[in-house]
């Protein structure tokens, strides 16, 4: 079965510190991966979009890596601010050639970012 | 642009009313998509869309729920009749293409309360 699972559940750091969260997969056959930033009470904004030969992306103080043999992504966030505090959520994307028709989502992580 | 509007943004009623949630999406995307998230699943696909056209309907949970696009600017989705479980926050999104790298644009949510 098609499964994207996320680590931790939530986070509290501190404004200022780094963190990193992870997401484990088990789909097949494997398109891309996707990381989303979710801000209460609005919809998810895409972070980065990771296919099969790239390992690293960034986006500003948002760095994703893949680990397509392992099946795992990070999401490194550097420098953190309260701007960051938001759901995070991995979403893989299945099939051949892909559609955004099969995409499997991950529960999200919720990071609290504290002064 | 605007961006994808949804509306409306808050909706509570009672069970066993129609309840019907719009979207308009970005003008010039393809394909459009109807999600739903709760705390307890998160993010799931119901239905999405390829020039007006449905693609694939396979996550509508049962025949209460309906969605149409009558035409490039605009799609439905309507609960008849409605049921507390369907309590939950309604995303629509739009994409350029349905290409597997192609990203997805999120509107705001509908919040649906069915008491």
């Known amino acids: 079965k098609n499964q994207v699972e996320q680590s931790p559940q939530s986070l509290i750091i501190l404004e200022g510190k780094n963190c990193t969260l992870q997401?484990?997969?088990?789909?097949?056959?494997?398109?891309?991966l996707r990381w989303y930033k979710q801000d209460t009470g609005r919809g998810p904004v895409s972070l980065t979009i990771?296919?099969?030969?790239?390992n690293t992306k960034s986006n500003g103080r948002y760095t994703a890596t893949l680990d397509a043999d392992t099946k795992q992504s990070s999401l490194h966030i550097t420098a953190s601010q309260l701007s960051d505090s938001a759901s995070y959520i991995c979403?893989?994307?299945?099939?051949?050639?892909?559609?955004?028709?099969?995409?499997?989502f991950g529960k999200g992580t919720k990071l609290s970012v504290k002064p | 642009d605007a961006g994808v509007i949804q509306s409306p943004r808050h909706e509570v009623t009672e069970m066993g009313q129609e309840v019907t949630l719009r979207c308009k999406p970005i003008s010039g995307h393809d394909y459009l998509f109807w999600y739903r998230q709760t705390m307890m699943r998160g993010l799931e696909l119901l239905i999405y869309f390829n020039n007006n056209v449905p693609i694939d309907d396979s996550g509508m949970p049962e025949d209460r729920f309906s969605a149409k696009m009558p035409n490039a600017s605009f799609s439905t989705l309507k609960i008849q009749p409605s049921e507390p479980r369907d309590s939950a926050v309604y995303f629509c999104?739009?994409?350029?293409?349905?290409?597997?790298?192609?990203?997805?644009?999120f509107g705001p949510g509908t919040r649906l309360t069915v008491l």
């Open positions: 979403v893989v994307s299945a099939g051949y050639g892909g559609s955004q028709g099969n995409l499997i």
């Open positions: 997401c484990n997969y088990t789909v097949s056959p494997f398109s891309n």
């Open positions: 999104a739009s994409s350029p293409r349905g290409g597997a790298t192609d990203t997805q644009y």
């Open positions: 990771m296919t099969f030969s790239e």
